[in-house]
């Protein structure tokens, strides 16, 4: 796919972590100021959605907030083809409604999984790409050089694990976890550090995936929502307004209470309908 090899031309490489639970609470406002571009979150790991990284939420939230880049991760242990797509359909059910702006990624490590990665690899990556996300393969060197084929290597973003002093991986690569014992102010203990090379951010929400919708799709779900609730604040007017035609005074302002209060109620009803994203 082309668009992975869009380079930071002129820019200086981007400088990032990668974080699961075991890295405890992390203050991403700190991490921030201390010169870290992105962050790759642990969404879970295996195929049931039980397995959701029980700070993956929190550390979402944080990110976001504090500016960074975002990327997830899903921690593979699959065996084969079907394995890996009940992995990928875990990761999607806790990805779907946020939004990234670096690719999400297949993690895949394990021994075990080395006789069948070509088919493990091709079955998760094409289920989250069928669902509009921009996919990525995490795994060593040595595990991209003997494993997985070219293919592959030359159709999804790469994250190459490496820790020496330069990435020697002969293909084409985007990001380099270059150590394993880093220090980041925000972390405890030891942080995974990596640099990017290419612009995702850029290339994520130009193709509007990852949760980067259209702006007309967008727009086209706000007005099915505005008309949907003027009608039916039009509705609660017009019965108020056709009753108090109808009925003696003392009984108007009666009405007129109640129709208040009906028209709170189906405001009130927007607003959490809204928030559930039932419209």
Same mark, same amino acid.
């Given at each position: 796919?082309? +668009?992975?090899?869009?380079k930071?031309?002129?820019?200086?490489?981007?400088k990032?972590?990668?974080?699961?639970s075991? %890295?405890?609470?992390?203050n991403?406002?700190?991490?921030?100021?201390?010169?870290?571009?992105?962050?790759?979150?642990?969404?879970?790991?295996?195929?049931s =959605? =039980?397995?959701?990284?029980?700070?993956?939420?929190?550390?979402?939230?944080?990110?976001?907030? !504090?500016?960074?880049?975002? @990327?997830?991760y899903?921690?593979?242990?699959?065996?084969?083809?079907?394995?890996?797509?009940?992995?990928?359909? $875990?990761?999607?059910?806790?990805i779907k409604?946020?939004?990234?702006?670096?690719?999400?990624?297949?993690? *895949?490590?394990?021994?075990?999984?080395?006789k069948?990665?070509?088919?493990?690899?091709?079955? /998760? $990556?094409?289920?989250?790409? !069928?669902?509009?996300?921009?996919?990525?393969?995490?795994?060593?060197?040595s595990?991209?050089?003997?494993?997985?084929?070219?293919?592959?290597?030359?159709?999804?973003?790469?994250?190459?694990?490496? &820790?020496?002093?330069s $990435?020697t991986?002969?293909?084409?690569?985007?990001? &380099?976890?270059?150590?394993?014992? @880093?220090?980041?102010?925000?972390?405890?203990g030891?942080?995974?550090? %990596?640099? $990017?090379?290419?612009?995702?951010?850029? *290339?994520i929400?130009?193709?509007?995936?990852?949760?980067?919708?259209?702006?007309?799709?967008?727009? %086209?779900?706000m007005?099915?929502?505005?008309?949907? /609730?003027?009608?039916?604040?039009?509705?609660?007017?017009?019965? !108020? !307004?056709?009753?108090a035609?109808? +009925?003696?005074?003392?009984? *108007?302002?009666?009405?007129?209470?109640?129709a208040?209060?009906?028209?709170?109620?189906?405001?009130g009803?927007? +607003?959490? &309908?809204?928030?559930?994203?039932?419209?």
């Amino acid at each position: 796919i082309s +668009i992975i090899r869009v380079k930071r031309k002129g820019r200086k490489k981007m400088k990032g972590i990668d974080i699961s639970s075991h %890295n405890g609470k992390v203050n991403f406002e700190q991490v921030k100021q201390d010169g870290i571009d992105f962050v790759i979150i642990r969404a879970g790991y295996g195929k049931s =959605t =039980t397995q959701k990284d029980t700070y993956f939420e929190t550390n979402y939230e944080n990110a976001v907030k !504090s500016g960074l880049h975002v @990327g997830a991760y899903w921690y593979s242990y699959a065996n084969d083809e079907n394995e890996a797509l009940q992995e990928a359909k $875990c990761f999607y059910e806790v990805i779907k409604g946020k939004k990234f702006d670096y690719p999400v990624f297949l993690d *895949i490590e394990e021994k075990y999984s080395q006789k069948n990665a070509d088919s493990i690899v091709s079955n /998760f $990556c094409q289920f989250l790409e !069928s669902k509009g996300y921009f996919v990525g393969i995490y795994a060593s060197k040595s595990y991209f050089d003997n494993y997985i084929s070219s293919k592959y290597k030359n159709s999804y973003a790469i994250w190459v694990a490496q &820790w020496t002093g330069s $990435c020697t991986y002969a293909g084409n690569y985007g990001l &380099w976890q270059y150590s394993d014992k @880093g220090k980041v102010n925000g972390v405890n203990g030891n942080v995974d550090l %990596n640099e $990017c090379k290419y612009l995702y951010d850029i *290339i994520i929400k130009s193709n509007h995936l990852n949760g980067y919708e259209k702006p007309e799709k967008q727009q %086209n779900k706000m007005n099915r929502k505005t008309r949907f /609730f003027t009608l039916l604040l039009s509705a609660v007017m017009s019965f !108020s !307004s056709l009753h108090a035609q109808q +009925i003696d005074a003392p009984t *108007i302002s009666g009405v007129s209470s109640f129709a208040v209060i009906v028209e709170m109620m189906v405001l009130g009803y927007a +607003i959490a &309908w809204t928030q559930k994203g039932l419209f």
